[in-house]
């Protein structure tokens, strides 16, 4: 069975203070892994897809990285707008459809 | 604003009672996915239809039944709630993907129906 651990569960930052989240994961095989965000309220917006290890992809403050294991978004200088949920998520290779294991997210708050 | 609309936004009901969740997709999207979200359980998969046929379905309980229809729409139909049910469902859709099959994962949700069963 697919499985997404992320950590820390929840991470206060002071704004310009540049921290890592981390999503370690199990699966068969990948076909890819993948970075939302959630604000309070909303359903989750789509920030990148990494498809092999050694892949990395940038937006703005935030760059995803990922290896064999494991998936780190990196969030540098980070700003109060940058506060959010973000959420890992897996596909498998053998998935059918396209059915995606989250995990259970990192809660990132930014005061300035 | 992802393009994919659900309604009711909010929802409160009694145990006992069945809920219908309503959801459009974006423009042209084929697929439609429910998910549901709770405190403890996180956002897990339910359900993904694709041109009005089920081509996925993961820990959706037997009470709980979806469909889509010819003009894409979908709804969920929740039965016999129990208050274990209440949580923040989500719908999304996503793009066909292209040759390569690499947009799979790129999926635009809905603000999502909060269930509150009392």
């Known amino acids: 069975e697919d499985q997404v651990t992320q950590s820390p569960e929840a991470l206060r930052l002071q704004e310009g203070e540049s921290s890592s989240l981390n999503c370690s994961y199990t699966?068969?095989?990948?076909?890819?892994l993948f970075w939302y965000r959630q604000d309070p309220g909303k359903g989750p917006e789509f920030l990148f897809t990494?498809?092999?290890a050694g892949e990395e992809k940038e937006k703005e403050r935030l760059k995803a990285t990922l290896t064999k294991k494991e998936s780190f978004l990196h969030i540098t200088a980070p700003k109060p707008e940058d506060s959010a949920t973000y959420l890992c998520?897996?596909?498998?290779?053998?998935?059918?459809?396209?059915?995606?294991?989250f995990g259970g997210g990192t809660r990132v708050l930014v005061k300035p | 604003d992802s393009g994919v609309t659900q309604t009711p936004k909010h929802l409160i009901t009694a145990t006992g009672q069945r809920v219908t969740l309503r959801c459009s997709p974006r423009?042209?999207?084929?697929?439609v996915y429910w998910y549901q979200q709770s405190l403890d359980q996180g956002l897990q998969f339910l359900i993904q239809?694709?041109?009005?046929?089920?081509?996925a379905k993961g820990n959706i309980l037997e009470r709980f039944s979806a469909q889509q229809f010819p003009d894409l729409h979908s709804e969920l139909n929740l039965s016999s709630l129990e208050l274990g049910d209440s949580a923040l469902y989500f719908c999304?859709?996503?793009?066909?993907?292209?040759?390569?099959?690499?947009?799979?994962?790129?999926?635009?949700f809905g603000e999502g129906s909060r269930l509150t069963v009392l």
């Open positions: 239809y694709y041109n009005g046929e089920e081509r």
């Open positions: 998520a897996v596909q498998a290779l053998d998935a059918a459809g396209n059915k995606l294991t």
């Open positions: 990494l498809y092999s």
């Open positions: 699966v068969s095989g990948l076909r890819g």
């Open positions: 999304a859709s996503s793009a066909r993907p292209d040759l390569n099959k690499m947009n799979t994962g790129e999926l635009f």
């Open positions: 423009s042209g999207d084929l697929s």
